[in-house]
């Protein structure tokens, strides 16, 4: 077992928090990331092909492109990261949701928490 390895089952949980949230498109989705990684909100983020959402808004059925991104941190910072990525939003009502996550890999939970500490 690797120092990393070892070092995250010593009494130290596995858990990180994973934010999804999508955006009008791939450039805005790439400044959130960038923003959320210098303030140190985040430790990395995936961001997903384009995805074409359907949903009623204002009495009204829409069909629009958006761009998927999954941020992932610690839970000490999932609620911070959650309200920076909706005020950095152009949406009046973003989709911004925590998602229930269990357990992580004890190396890459070491991981994000020392890249959001």
Same mark, same amino acid.
């Given at each position: !077992? ?5 070092? %995250? ?5 596995? #858990? $990180?928090?994973? $934010?999804?949230? &999508? ?7 790439? #400044? &959130? /990331? +960038? ?6 909100? $985040?430790? /990395? ?9 359907? =949903? +009623? ?10 761009? *998927? ?5 610690? *839970?000490?910072? @999932?609620?911070?990261? !959650?309200?920076? $990525? %909706? @005020?950095?939003?152009?949406?009046? &009502? *973003? %989709?911004?949701? +925590?998602?229930?996550?269990?357990? %992580? =890999? *004890?190396?890459? @939970? ?8």
């Amino acid at each position: !077992m690797s120092w990393v390895v070892t070092m %995250a089952h010593k009494g130290a949980k596995n #858990d $990180i928090a994973l $934010i999804y949230a &999508v955006f009008p498109t791939a450039g805005e989705g790439h #400044d &959130v /990331c +960038r923003k959320l990684l210098s303030e140190g909100l $985040i430790a /990395c983020a995936n961001r997903f092909p384009m995805v074409i959402s359907h =949903f +009623r808004w204002e009495g009204e059925i829409e069909a629009k492109e958006e761009h *998927p991104v999954l941020f992932k941190t610690s *839970p000490a910072k @999932a609620e911070a990261a !959650m309200q920076r $990525i %909706a @005020a950095l939003h152009r949406y009046k &009502v *973003p %989709a911004v949701l +925590r998602l229930s996550n269990e357990e %992580a =890999f *004890p190396a890459y @939970a070491a991981w994000v928490a020392s890249e959001t500490a």
